[in-house]
Each structure stands twice: as C-alpha cells, then as structure tokens.
C-alpha cells in the first residue's frame, strides 16, 4: 500500500512514526514529503524572539528523522490531484493509495495592507527570529500584540506573547516606559475555556496590559494600527498574528471550500476516497494546534493499519489535547481542551507552576525522542 503523506510537520511527522512503528511486515510504503529542511515546534518562536534559545537550537533537521519504511522526501508539492490521488512536486509525480494531507496552516500577508512594511509577524520562524534582533531596541512607548484574522494556531500565543515581552521589558527595567495592549478578534483570551479566560485577563490586570477584545487589526500605516471598527491606535512596536490560510497548492486543488479542507471530524476522511486531511489544514472542529495535529495523525494511522489487517476501523478522533501557557515570571499554565468526545467543548484550566514548566519540557523532549531519535537531556 502505497501512502503517500503531504507535510512532515506535527502531523505528518506523528503519523510516519506511527506507520513506520507498527508495520513491521513492510508492506506499507510510506513517502513523507516536505519542502523544508527542518521542523521547528510552534512554540519554539517565542523562545527565540524573546532570546531564550537561538534558532540553531531549536531546529530539528529532517535528515535525523530516520524510520524504516518511511521516505522523507524535500520535495515542493506543486499540484494536487484528489480524484487520482496524484501529487505532483518539483521532482516528480507520487501515486498514492491512501493520501493524507498534513500541510498545515501559512500566512497571507497581503491580506492586512502594511503588516510586512510597518509591523512585525512572530508566527513564521523567520518573522520570530527577526523579532530577536528588533525587540532589544524597544524601549519606551506602545507595544501592540495584534490578531489580523481568526481563526490562527494556537489561540494562547498572542496572550503568552503580551506576557513574556512584560517579563524582558521589566528585566531590562524599561516597563513603566511603555504600554502592551493585545487586540484580538475574540471576546476573551480563550473562548473555549473561560476559566483559563479569567486567569489570563488577572495576569494582564496585575501586570497592566489592555486586553482589547471584539476587533481584528486590518490595516497598518507608520506607527499606526488600523482596527476592525474603524478606531486607530498608535504604536511603537507591532507584534503580529498574521491571518492564516490554507496553502496555495491546497486552495488551488478541488479539496479546499471556504479556505481549507472539510473533513469528517471523527475520521478525517475528506470526501475523496482515500484522502485524509489532518492537522491545521482541515476543519476538523478542533482548534489549529499541533497535539490536535497529532491526534488526528493518530486516528488516520490506526484506520491504514485497521483497512491493511482486516479488522474494525478504530474509536473516533476525540478532539481532546492539552496546551501549555506561558504565564510569565517562569510559569507555565495548562489547558485541557475536549471538543469532541462529550456533549459540550469543554476547556479546563490547570493553574500556571514551575511543575507545568517542566511538563511542557518533557512535552517537547520526548516528541524529539520518539520523531527525531534525540536523547533527552
Ligand atoms: C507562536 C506559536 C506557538 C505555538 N504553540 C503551540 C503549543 O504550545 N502547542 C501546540 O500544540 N501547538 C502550538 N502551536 C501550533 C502548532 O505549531 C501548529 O498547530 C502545528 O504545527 C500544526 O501541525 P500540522 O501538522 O497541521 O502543520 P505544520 O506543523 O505547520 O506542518 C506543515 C508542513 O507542511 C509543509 N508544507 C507546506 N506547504 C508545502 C508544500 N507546498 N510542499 C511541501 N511541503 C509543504 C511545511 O513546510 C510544514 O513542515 C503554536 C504555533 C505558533 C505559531
């Protein structure tokens, strides 16, 4: 069987594993297909732009990601075929039997005019690695942490953002020289979890950030941001979220509708035969995160591996992961998100502490254990 997966980022990378892992007969063959180098953790931009880490660090280069059976192809997918279940890249042609497509989420940028030429995005690896450079120099006047579109990955990092520039900016004892306001189009921090909500809204209250809500940024001119509701706001410093989109060669394709691809949330089946759709690409009914990434990876492997044995498909995508907040002042809060398995999203908070810091720690070094074969230390 033939299986062909389309980006090897949190989803693609869980699912390779996984297959590479249990299909110890090797009837599988499974191409893994990324124009990229190197994965990088999602959270890992706010280590580098606020120079906890450096990006050499934190990268994790895809020719250490060795599993039998499993070819990790750099390759740009240039064309999607889902009635044939054929890609097309710039080295070739890939047959698929079972396709999945795990080619996340990118960043349209020409959608809020002035956003590259006057502000600053920390949501792309290049966009945080820039900001270590720029945000050292801030040092008086407005910081504005701006969403230019929902929905985006990974809804507490605008929050965790606010949070960690207040901690530098007191380190470097330059805070009562300036403001940090947070404009989101959301009604609170995390709408699914109002108790998470509450607890961030106290941490912006005891630090003396404004939490602007209801209102997405839509435009950027020199030192100004334009709001949704027509308001302006000076600032000194713009800290992006840039609207999101599904890529090009997945908007060009017949799968994408309304920006992304819809997917049977239980087992992510698209509507094309044979064709998945996992992770932030698809609408799925989880937020875009990447343990809800891996956890449709996981589903969509056990169900190749179900089809290739003969046996039952396996219990649906439960839509349930955790995400870990950072609070600041070295602590790190948790949300423990459900969305599918019960009658309501439900989104419970576990309070910010130094054991959660270490949790997130173990987060991330064991998923570069089990995906990169990296020791931890
Ligand atoms: C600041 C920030 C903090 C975050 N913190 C967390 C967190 O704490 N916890 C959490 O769970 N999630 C977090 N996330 C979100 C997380 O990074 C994403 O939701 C997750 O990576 C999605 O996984 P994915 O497999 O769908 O896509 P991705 O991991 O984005 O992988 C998609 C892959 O497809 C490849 N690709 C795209 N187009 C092409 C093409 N045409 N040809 C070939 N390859 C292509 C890309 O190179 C990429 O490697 C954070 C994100 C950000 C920006």
């Given at each position: 069987m033939r299986v062909v997966i389309l980006g090897a980022g949190?989803g693609g990378l869980e699912l390779a594993?996984m297959l590479?892992?249990?299909d110890?007969?090797?009837v599988l063959d499974v191409a893994l297909i990324d124009k ?33 059976g499993v070819r990790l192809l750099?390759e740009t997918v240039t064309a999607i075929d889902p009635q044939e279940r054929r890609v097309t890249t710039?080295a070739g042609v890939h047959e698929a039997d079972v396709l999945v497509v795990a080619l996340g ?141 599904a890529p090009?060669v997945v908007l060009a394709s017949a799968m994408a509708q309304?920006?992304y691809i819809p997917v049977n949330?239980?087992t992510l089946e698209t509507r094309f035969p044979g064709i998945y759709a996992i992770g932030d690409v698809a609408t799925a ?8 990434a891996?956890?449709a990876a996981?589903v969509v492997a056990e169900t190749i591996l179900a089809t290739l ?69």
């Open positions: 949190f594993t590479s892992s249990v110890q007969g090797g990229g180098d190197a994965f990088v953790f999602g959270y890992s931009k706010l280590d580098v732009m606020f120079g906890r880490t450096t990006l050499d660090a934190v990268r994790l280069p895809y020719r250490t990601f060795a599993k039998p750099r710039d989420a990118e960043y349209d940028y020409e959608a809020t005019p002035g956003l590259t030429e006057f502000g600053n995005e920390f949501y792309s690896v290049a966009g945080a690695h820039r900001l270590a450079d720029v945000l050292p120099q801030f040092t008086n006047g407005r910081a504005i942490v701006g969403v230019c579109g929902a929905p985006y990955k990974c809804p507490p990092a605008p929050s965790e953002a606010a949070l960690l520039l207040h901690d530098v900016l007191v380190a470097r004892g330059v805070r009562d020289a300036c403001e940090i306001t947070i404009v989101t189009p959301f009604e609170t921090p995390i709408p699914p979890s109002p108790e998470t909500s509450k607890a961030l809204l106290a941490a912006f209250a005891e630090r003396g950030i404004e939490f602007l809500p209801g209102r997405r940024i839509q435009a950027l001119e020199a030192g100004t941001a334009g709001l949704e509701d027509g308001s302006e706001m000076s600032f000194d410093l713009f800290l992006g979220v840039p609207k999101h989109q090009d309304d920006g949330s239980q009914s989880v937020p875009k995160a990447g343990v809800f891996e956890g996981r044995h003969g046996d039952d498909p396996p219990a649906p995508f439960d839509g349930r992961g955790s995400c870990y907040i950072e609070f600041g002042s070295g602590r790190v809060g948790r949300v423990d998100i459900d969305f599918l398995s019960g009658p309501t999203r439900t989104g419970t908070f576990q309070a910010p502490s130094a054991a959660l810091v270490e949790e997130k720690r173990d987060f991330g070094a064991s998923r570069r254990t089990r995906w990169f074969g990296q020791v931890a230390n």
